[in-house]
């Protein structure tokens, strides 16, 4: 098993959830974060002191998959979250050891789907 | 020592003064709601640009209408002595503060179109033309010192029509204005980044913040019984039908609004303004129950505009500030000349040719107007931010301040 | 032009118009304070439904109020031409909008017992009824056309006590009734899921904004002065005595609530309310001590009353809306027997069986009115959300639309 | 039953009740101002507190000063039956709320300077002597019953200087005299943990909300017509001019503020303040031109101050509150003797020296007065929390819950 | 050393956390996530546009551990995190390599406690 | 690779973001958390009911990167992120099995810079 990480654009969520449903992949979980890549930062003022800034928005999706599962949410993801620019992200994968469905104790490749 | 005995004309001169003062405040109180209205409506990224624009178009606003507008509207200037304004000009003084607070809000209004993507400085230099000019000549018109030539009682439209317009509370003059000035101002924009896809599709961005939207709403609501109201310009000629008036179109505005959108939040919140600014004409001459049907009008009007504008015609208007002001603005104009008469409840003296001619005269005005002046800046200094400073946001961009600085990363 | 010579008659109609205007627009402005207060007090996904019930809430009162209500209670109506209304009727007119005003403050009191669970329409339904006939009844028994034989001056209670029902500005009317009326629609209601297990334990459910608590508990405030002050119906009645004492009681009340919570902020901001739900009956007659000792009173009554309620008898008011209210009201009718007496300083001609009677009346008849409306609704329609729309939240399940939709993911 | 005939004298004294009420309620929801403007400019840890603490400064306040301060200030007290009180005390019930309104300033700008680190119950009890003593004694020497000794036109100083003291709204009175009682506390109390690296380098704290900070400065600005115009105490003094110059004041602030600041948010919104501030003392003896000019001027110290005091000097002033009311005050007194003079413009009757001296002495007076009771209150009680309170911010430390409860994880 | 991180239901923490104290596990972070699973979505509209929503509110909470660890914190979640509803959530457990205490320095074993 | 996890105090975000930078590590996703070590509880009341918190605000530096940077990584963190205090926080690493850009589909090591 192995956890998927993306962090993508925050506009191109719902094109990613569609693209991985499509793709057989529904369950996963999100969160907002700031990311900086390689977009230039700014420069944020409070009150005259400056202060650099480089982070910009994005939303991070982890899904735990079963290894057949790789490469077909790798692929949803690159082709729904692909805007083309800068920013655009990137994917992390991990190896998974194990998964728990919590409302019924199931393990394995049973409990992630 | 208030026991002394007051003379009448003392008393009633205070009256007045504080009639119009409570108006004024009101009004003034109204340009929060317009901010709080716009920070909710726009994305978080753009609140303290919505914040800083209200303010900054009020503090503009102030000194041309100051210097230039209510000179040309109402031939009025206040270059003499403190002593000669403290003792004749006091009502004079008030009306200034009173007639400033409706002309601020054509700013106020575009702002709204033309959120999250516009330059500072050139947007507060567009409305102070707007209220230093082009809104007084209006003004002028209608209920300054050229209504009588142009659209007043003794003007020539009155001899054709059998009345002059009739604009209470300014549908037209203000709200109308502000919406049409708006459009080709949203027009030469273009909408912002993303909004529509390559192909045309619609993508609409999520507004930030219903409870703001809510606050600026009520905010508005509340004050618009200034606006209505205290256009009386005296205590002597308040009216009660006004206050009910403005009421039931609100009501109206809401009750539609809520039935038409299936109880969508953004829209009821627009739709009690947009009773109030289709009332706005007509409050003094309706009867309420006209009143409730013209309100519930302009909240259908919007509920059915504002996807028509954003998702058909494409147009990015943010707020839907011409659908609000300038169709539902237009309407009230309108409607005041059909439930304005005498068969509809109302109390008549009103011509329906009248109210449409001038409504039209008004919509061609602003938009030529709003055309002219965001043109020339548009070609001059451009007005319209950088791609990159838009990604970031105007907050960013231009006031290198997040909404919650706290919470930057 | 206000210069002119003004007959003082018409000074005085003006004057009169105004004085109403202002109670009016604050005590419209109150319910953008009871939209805060509750959307402060509940969760975020139920924000936005908080918005728009008090919105709706408005709306259906002013169409049932004017239509049926105001006529019941007053025996007003105002199907005459706009004309007539100017001619003759412009202090009814502002009457109409004063206590439509009061009357619209049932269903947004009720609004906060019953939040996060209850159908919008129903509910909608239940406050047409309430302004339309049930408080528009009770309205004009205490101070409408009915008062002389029922709660008045000349009533049978007025020759048995010696003297009339006395409630200012409306602890028994308003606030009594809104709480009395709401506890059946919560009983019948029953908790939110999850607010207590299945053991019965408790577990509260943190609210989500301090700050909007706090915001409408303010706006709130701030109105109460138009409610308490403008219930003299015209200015030559106004009374100064009643600004200090709204003033004293809901210091009072902010004191008590404030010590005996702990410094607790929520209890603090609803410590104001309950000190001026409690003042508004006698606020005309105590002495400011009084004054401030009934708000203490109604503090203290809230911050035991509100854990007693929803921990111990399990009662899930979200707002705790029928200690404030309800018991509050109560409170402050009974105590405008006592502290108004001449004893504690008070203005006196007031009587404590008078008192107690008729605010025993008025539980009776709320709580009945309101379990009756709301039983019948509950089996006909049902009052209450489905589970799964319920977990969703109402701003989702009833308005597709979250209270801050940019951060939806 | 408004339409039979009312007494002029009635009349009158209705429409004062009514002005009064007006200005005094306006004041009471400046409070709500203070409030947010406090709670956007602290850290999200320090939101409740900020609520809490303007709550509880304004009902300690009514209290003393009804037992304590307004007698001293003025001679006058309410122990007298209810009867009495309404039949001929009504104008001093209202003059009591109008100026307690300005009294509770006085704890409500300190608040701002301290926040975030100083303890509660020691800061409510510092404020009851500054309302109870301090201030009503100042309050007493300029526009009360010791004015004809001190500061007053009969004064040794009018006989000193031509003129008495002026401050029409209490530029010195309220404001200066709040923002240098403030100083000591804020020196005593010490910076906010790691506010100041220890090696003095200066590490900005953001603040949580530029929208509650706007709306903070919105409340107080639309609220402060009420302190400026009815400082006139009754209608038939009201002035036009006094509405007129705040209004031209807090434009120029704004302006100013925006301009030097490079469109900073916090500025601006401060801005705004700080011009009304400034003309307070002279709102009803400048021209225009000159309140633009004095609005202008306080909105420049404030931007070059703020960052001076708060960088430079490393007084951790959290809303700068001394720059704002205690350097903007000041200058207000200062101003009035320059733009009121006839010179330019102004209504003349106003005496430079004395201007500067009474300015100064307040300047005395506060600071020695701030720094005894704070100085007394820390030796003995202490008023600053311990650090692990202070780390864990006011709202969980004092009030045991955060400003957005159902986000604690 | 592994890394378990829970998606739980956001009404289970308290009693999550109370367990996990029981299990001798103080030491945790924890962050707002929205998750989709078995639970059925929503439609939010916005001014008439109509999306899809799947996602809800959830409480991811990440625990470092040891070896040994791992079983007790995965049943003290498992066991207080269950409502029998479904979205009760799932748990990943992922490997770690390497924990550093900031403030000492220490590495491993030591520094994760 | 490897995926650095860094728990750190809020306050120090900017100064270890500096740091970084100095070690070459510009590319980082980040977001606020909370977490509980060593640091004390304290208690929360709302309306007369008490419960247990003991959470403090943290934030959250995720950082994939190769192999030769992992070092790096991590002392410029310490050494940046340290005030002495309690509830400096951790740095957590766990490994990373593959890195894709979304924007050009480029794998591992040249992805992840
Ligand atoms: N090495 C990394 N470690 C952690 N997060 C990263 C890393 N590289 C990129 N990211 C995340 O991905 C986002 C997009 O990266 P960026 O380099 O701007 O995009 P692109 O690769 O399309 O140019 C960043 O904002 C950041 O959140
Ligand atoms: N494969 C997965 N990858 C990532 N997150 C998941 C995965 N499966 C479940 N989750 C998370 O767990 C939450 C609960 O899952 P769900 O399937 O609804 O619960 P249950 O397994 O009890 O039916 C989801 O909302 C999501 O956040
Ligand atoms: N074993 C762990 N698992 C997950 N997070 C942890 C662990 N230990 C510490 N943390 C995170 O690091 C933060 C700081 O930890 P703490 O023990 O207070 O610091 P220190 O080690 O400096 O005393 C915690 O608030 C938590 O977010």
Redesign the interface.
């Known amino acids: 098993m192995k956890m998927i990480e993306a962090v993508i654009q925050p506009?191109r969520l719902e094109v990613v959830k569609a693209e991985l449903a499509k793709a057989g992949v529904r369950k996963m979980t999100v969160f907002r974060v700031?990311g900086c890549g390689q977009q230039?930062g700014?420069?944020?003022?409070?009150r005259g002191r400056?202060h650099q800034?480089n982070?910009?928005p994005k939303v991070c999706i982890r899904i735990g998959v079963n290894e057949d599962y790789v490469q077909p949410t790798i692929d949803a993801i690159v082709s729904a979250a692909r805007g083309g620019d800068i920013g655009d992200g990137k994917i992390f994968v991990t190896p998974l050891e194990r998964c728990v469905r919590i409302r019924t104790g199931e393990e394995g490749s049973e409990a992630i789907g | 020592?208030?026991?002394s005995?007051?003379s009448?004309?003392?008393?009633?001169?205070?009256?007045?003064?504080?009639?119009?003062?409570?108006g004024?405040?009101?009004i003034?109180?109204m340009?929060?709601g317009f901010?709080?209205l716009e920070?909710g409506s726009v994305?978080?990224q753009s609140?303290?640009n919505a914040?800083?624009k209200i303010?900054?178009d009020?503090?503009?606003s102030?000194?041309v209408y100051?210097l230039i507008g209510f000179p040309i509207a109402r031939g009025i200037q206040?270059w003499a002595?403190?002593?000669v304004?403290?003792g004749s000009?006091?009502?004079?003084?008030?009306h200034?503060?009173l007639y400033?607070g409706f002309a601020a809000c054509i700013p106020a209004i575009i702002s709204g179109g033309i959120a999250e993507r516009a330059k500072?400085w050139t947007n507060a230099v567009a409305g102070g033309v707007f209220v230093g000019l082009v809104y007084p000549l209006f003004e002028a018109c209608t209920w300054g010192q050229l209504s009588g030539l142009a659209f007043g009682e003794n003007s020539w439209l009155a001899s054709w029509t059998g009345a002059g317009f009739h604009d209470y509370a300014g549908s037209v003059v203000v709200h109308s204005m502000g919406g049409w000035l708006a459009l080709p101002a949203i027009l030469i924009l273009g909408p912002r980044r993303?909004r529509y896809t390559a192909e045309g599709t619609?993508?609409?961005i999520?507004?930030?913040?219903?409870?703001?939207l809510?606050?600026g709403s009520?905010?508005l609501?509340?004050g618009w019984?200034?606006f209505n109201?205290m256009s009386a310009?005296?205590?002597?000629?308040?009216?009660?039908?006004v206050?009910?008036n403005s009421?039931?179109a609100m009501?109206g505005g809401?009750?539609a609004a809520?039935l038409f959108?299936?109880?969508?939040?953004?829209?009821?919140?627009n739709g009690?303004l947009a009773g109030l600014v289709a009332v706005c004409a007509g409050s003094d001459?309706?009867?309420?129950a006209?009143a409730f049907v013209v309100g519930a009008g302009a909240g259908a009007i919007f509920v059915f505009g504002?996807?028509m504008v954003?998702?058909r015609m494409k147009i990015d208007d943010v707020l839907g500030v011409w659908p609000l002001h300038g169709l539902c603005g237009s309407w009230g104009g309108i409607a005041a000349g059909i439930f304005g008469q005498?068969l509809f409840?109302?109390?008549?003296g009103v011509s329906f040719v009248a109210q449409l001619t001038v409504t039209g005269i008004a919509v061609l005005f602003a938009f030529t107007a709003g055309a002219l002046v965001y043109g020339v800046l548009n070609m001059t200094f451009g007005i319209r931010l950088a791609d990159?400073e838009e990604m970031?946001g105007p907050d960013?961009?231009?006031?290198?301040?997040?909404?919650?600085?706290?919470?930057?990363?």
């Open positions: 506009d700031k230039m700014y420069t944020e003022t409070y400056r800034v982070l910009l | 020592m208030s026991d005995p007051v009448v004309m003392r008393l009633a001169r205070g009256t007045d003064v504080l009639f119009l003062l409570i004024a405040v009101m003034f109180a340009h929060a901010a709080f920070a994305r978080r609140q303290v914040m800083n303010v900054a009020w503090a503009v102030t000194v100051f206040f002595e403190a002593g304004l403290v000009r006091q009502i004079d003084m008030m200034f503060f400033l500072f993303r619609s993508v609409p999520p507004v930030s913040s219903i409870p703001f809510a606050l009520w905010i609501c509340v019984f200034g109201v310009g005296r205590i002597a000629d308040v009216s009660a039908l206050a009910l009421l039931m009501v809401i009750l809520m959108s299936h109880n969508d939040a953004g829209f009821t919140h009690a001459i309706f009867h309420p006209g504002f996807p954003t998702e005498r409840g109302g109390l008549g990159q970031l960013l961009a231009i006031h290198h301040l997040e909404a919650s600085p706290e919470e930057a990363l």
